[in-house]
């Protein structure tokens, strides 16, 4: 906790371990961004672009779902790219594809399921 003046802020970061996967092939691209399609939004990277705030809301989103998207904000499709890479590696998911401003990213489930 960090207090300064009346205002306290509590900073948290995440670490995940960098989990090697196999590469998808051309045809699972293919699929997963035909899965997508239907998919709404589920995480908006605003004007301070690639924070902790949104790298932490974007590991939460692959922890509930294994494909979402991501709706990037930098205006250059340079600057897009950078982000949906940085978005990819820093919560160990894969990067399906970019379409305009927005980005597809998976993550395979961990395989931690409760046993009932």
């Known amino acids: ?9 509590h900073i948290q970061f995440f670490w995940r371990p960098t989990v090697t996967t196999v590469p ?4 699972e691209r293919r699929a ?10 589920a995480v ?21 779902a294994p494909l979402i998207k991501v709706r990037l904000s930098a205006g250059d499709r340079t600057a897009r790219a950078t982000e949906a890479d940085e ?4 919560c160990a ?15 395979e489930a961990s395989g931690l399921t409760s046993s009932t």
């Open 1 to 9: 906790m960090i207090a300064l003046e009346g205002v306290s802020l």
């Open 24 to 27: 998808l092939t051309a045809s």
């Open 32 to 41: 997963l961004a035909s899965r997508a399609n239907g998919l709404a939004c």
């Open 44 to 64: 908006r990277i605003g004007r301070a672009g690639v924070s902790p705030g949104a790298l932490a809301e974007v590991a939460r989103a692959l922890d509930r």
């Open 87 to 90: 978005l990819a590696r820093a």
């Open 93 to 107: 998911a894969q990067l399906v594809g970019t379409v305009g401003r927005y980005a597809i990213l998976f993550r």
